[in-house]
Structure formats: C-alpha cells, structure tokens
C-alpha cells in the first residue's frame, strides 16, 4: 500500500450518485465538533497520515467522517486520504481481520498501521452487542454520539 494512491476527499465524493450526496449533506449536518481534545490537536507539529477506507453509500462513514475533515481544518499537519473500501477488502482483511466502512487507520511512512477506528466508536460497538442494531444506528446517525466519534478519533491521530 501506498499513502499517496489516496485521494482527497472532493475526488473520493466525484463518484457519489445524486442521492449519496444528498445523504452526506444530510450526515455532515449533524456531525459537531465539540471542544473536546482540540487544544492537544492544534499543537501537532509535524505530519500526521490518516487513511480512509469508505465507501459513498455509508451512512455510518458519512456520520464519522465530517467529524475528521473538521479535524483536519483545524491542523494542517493532519494529512488524509481516502481509499474506496471495495478496492482494499483484502488488504483489511488480511491486517485487521475485517472489512468494515468506514475503516479510519493512522499509518506511518511506510504505510504500518498505527492505530485504527473501525465503523463505530466504542460505545456503539458495546451497545450494538446487547441492543437493537436499528435503535443504536439511527441514534449514531442522529448524531448523538458525535462526541464520542471526536474522541476516538483524537486519540487516534495523537497515538
């Protein structure tokens, strides 16, 4: 894998169908960055890659991933690409045992994975294990947990 085979996220959106779009609208809507982790992001002085295995069509990764572009604004060292999930089931699968969208991974120069946030945080993940998957998810999309997305994420670019 190579880092820079990734696209920016304008590009990686060129292939979203008319009604994707209007969804991913609709998400980023309800994404908020809180004031959560923000002081210990802005001090990052160098280079920060962050990949993004996704696809258009996900809600979930439409929920999670304005969430991380907001992050991004805020430091320019934070440095993401986005890779079509489809196009790299078996390179996910083969380093994290699965192939989930949206698949958010820290990597290094060579492309090592560092750390990693897979669909959803983790006290969606503990909920969806005892509850009712509709319940949870149409919570997650609602954006109740954008708090929570904020923090696994700061906790994954500053590991």
Known sequence: MNFNDGVDYNKFL???????????????????ICDY??????KIDKEIKVAVFSET???DAATAIPILLGLK????????KFFKTENYKEFLENNLGESRIPTILKVDDEFNIID?????????????????KEDVVREFRSGKYSEEIQKSLIQLILK
Do not use: H
């Not at 060129?14 to 908020?32: C, F, L, N, R, Y």
């Not at 604004?73 to 993401?80: A, G, V």
């Not at 990693?116 to 009712?132: M, S, T, W």
């Open 14 to 32: 060129e292939e979203a169908t008319s009604d994707q779009m209007e969804m991913i609208k609709k998400q980023a809507g309800v994404s908020k």
């Open 37 to 42: 982790g923000l002081d210990k992001l802005k």
């Open 57 to 59: 069509r996900c809600g």
């Open 73 to 80: 604004e805020l430091n320019k060292n934070i440095n993401i």
């Open 116 to 132: 990693k946030y897979i669909e959803f945080p983790k006290c969606v993940k503990d909920r969806l294990a005892n509850e009712e």
